[in-house]
């Protein structure tokens, strides 16, 4: 059943014009197709209240409406979506963002490669790409002469839309001769070839904030193409490729390091040196270190986005000689029958371990 328009827009039957506009703006926006993806119900309330719109805000249509109901204002095509939301533009503008006449540029994407460093402490860059800018020969008109060579649309005069009328329902459509702009051009830009625009490359200093990931995007507002007839440009998406590290390896805010040590170190003591995401460094090991213990330089990772520093984890790797000779095999060997039971207290443990094991299967 149809609900009567009056009650579609919630507003009294003596409602004033400008009061019927508010209600309809309100209600069309709540339930614009543009807020409403794939929304069966939102598109029929849509379609509802500007229907109701369409009668009420034209006085002859209301006064038949009034008089007669639905019978005085029936006939017709039923306009689509499309005619309803064309009248929604032709009403209050571009809500959405979506100018018909005035094209946003394009959004551009660059994919820059940095170190791991780079990555980790942040840094700027300067980056070359191809990108349209605007004509300079014609101050982006696409005609020649600039301003003085186009002229405003015999069409449209100059609005960029024209008003058709399907049924009882009148809409605003744009211009389709001179596509929305409201000029024709006279002769193209010898430049451009009436496009507004040229291709060319373009250096730009982009800054990397500290602590960007391998995929990481970092959106450069307005840096993209510009737009055309006075729309926003678009923007710069520069998309962070981080090259494998030597010797580095990202954990979240933790970078880690494999450090080979030798054998004397490990047993002895000493000091080695390892790298930071700044330089190098002395790093001292105690004796008796094992293989997989992990040393922590506090501070020494990678920046936070809170401006705090990570942890730089070193994690030692005792590596035992290889091809010994005759004489540092016995030399080991020596050494091994020197030590006592204490001095390996993780092959102790295991052996007891072991053991316990071995006397449960038997």
Not at 95 to 105: A, D, P, T, V, Y
Not at 239 to 264: A, M, Q, W, Y
Request: glycine share 12%.
């Amino acid at each position: 059943m149809r609900r009567d328009y009056y009650d579609v827009l919630g507003v009294s039957r003596d409602a004033d014009t400008a009061r019927i506009k508010r209600a309809y703006r309100d209600l069309a926006l709540k339930h614009h197709p543009d807020q409403n993806p794939n929304d069966p119900a939102a598109e029929a309330a849509f379609k509802a209240v500007s229907e109701a719109y369409t009668v009420l805000s034209d006085a002859q249509k209301r006064e038949r409406y009034d008089r007669r109901g639905f019978a005085g204002v029936d006939g017709g095509p039923i306009p689509d979506i499309g005619a309803f939301t064309e009248l929604f533009e032709g009403a209050f503008g571009d809500l959405f963002g979506r100018r018909k006449e005035r094209r946003q540029g394009r959004d551009l994407r660059y994919t820059l490669e940095l170190e791991l460093e780079e990555a980790a402490l942040g840094i700027k860059k300067t980056i070359t790409f191809p990108t349209r800018e605007r004509c300079d020969e014609c101050a982006g008109t696409g005609a020649r002469g600039g301003e003085r060579g186009r002229r405003a649309c015999s069409t449209c005069h100059g609005k960029g839309e024209i008003k058709a009328q399907q049924g009882f329902f009148g809409v605003t459509k744009r211009c389709p001769t001179c596509g929305g702009s409201g000029y024709t051009i006279l002769e193209n830009c010898t430049k451009c070839g009436g496009d507004g625009s040229v291709e060319l490359q373009r250096s730009f200093e982009v800054t990397i904030p500290a602590g960007m990931f391998d995929g990481s995007v970092r959106r450069v507002a307005g840096e993209g193409e510009p737009g055309r007839n006075g729309a926003p440009a678009g923007d710069l998406h520069v998309i962070v490729k981080v090259r494998p590290h030597p010797l580095f390896r990202r954990e979240g805010e933790t970078i880690t390091c494999d450090v080979p040590v030798s054998l004397t170190i490990a047993a002895l003591g000493g000091a080695v040196d390892v790298p930071t995401l700044e330089g190098v460094a002395e790093m001292k090991i105690p004796a008796g270190t094992q293989s997989g213990a992990v040393f922590r330089l506090r501070g020494k990772g990678p920046k936070t986005q809170t401006g705090a520093r990570g942890d730089l984890h070193m994690r030692v790797v005792v590596e035992v000689p290889q091809e010994l000779d005759d004489a540092q095999k016995a030399l080991v060997t020596e050494l091994a029958l020197a030590l006592r039971p204490t001095q390996r207290p993780e092959e102790a443990k295991y052996t007891v371990r072991l053991d316990a094991l071995r006397s449960r299967r038997t």
